[in-house]
């Protein structure tokens, strides 16, 4: 019998709003221990979000490429410890954290999954589309979230199955 993706996924899903700033994201992250979330307005849901979103929409702000590549390439001021420097760059990051919202970074390019699919056709979706993670949908709504986590993971306690089959 295979593992179903209603055997391994999250059911308890923490969803953001798209005005939610990109600070407040990575805190509820931090806090949930999750790398990504739905992205839900009235009820409807918008999208998904990622660290990998707020990593590009990051890269693509004007300004912080620059504050990167100054770090590295500026030599050191004997007045400006190293820390120092890079504390100056965490407060460029940060400032865009805070003025940049889940809008933003978000993707409406949203992947969804059976909860009675085959945990091995979940995986196969992810790795075709090149995501971590699905939202599990039933009944005209949503009643979880599979990661590529929750696959490693129960690969690691079940193993991969009949390697012969």
Not at 36 to 46: D, Q, S
Not at 71 to 97: C, H, I, N
Not at 137 to 155: K, P
């Amino acid at each position: 019998m295979s593992v179903l993706v209603r055997d391994v996924m999250t059911s308890e899903v923490a969803s953001v709003a798209p005005d939610q700033s990109l600070a407040e994201l990575e805190r509820l992250f931090a806090a949930q221990r999750v790398s990504g979330a739905p992205v839900v307005e009235g009820g409807k849901l918008l999208g998904v979000v990622s660290r990998a979103d707020i990593v590009r929409v990051l890269g693509e702000q004007e300004g912080v490429a620059e504050v990167v590549v100054s770090f590295y390439q500026t030599p050191w001021d004997e007045d400006v410890s190293a820390v120092e420097a890079m504390e100056r760059a965490s407060d460029t990051f940060g400032e865009k954290l805070r003025h940049l919202c889940v809008r933003d970074a978000m993707s409406d390019h949203v992947i969804f999954v059976s909860p009675d699919a085959a945990l091995e056709d979940a995986a196969h979706m992810m790795t075709e589309n090149g995501v971590h993670r699905l939202l599990v949908w039933e009944g005209g709504g949503l009643c979880g979230i599979v990661t590529s986590l929750d696959v490693v993971r129960t690969v690691a306690e079940r193993g991969l199955g009949d390697p012969a089959g």
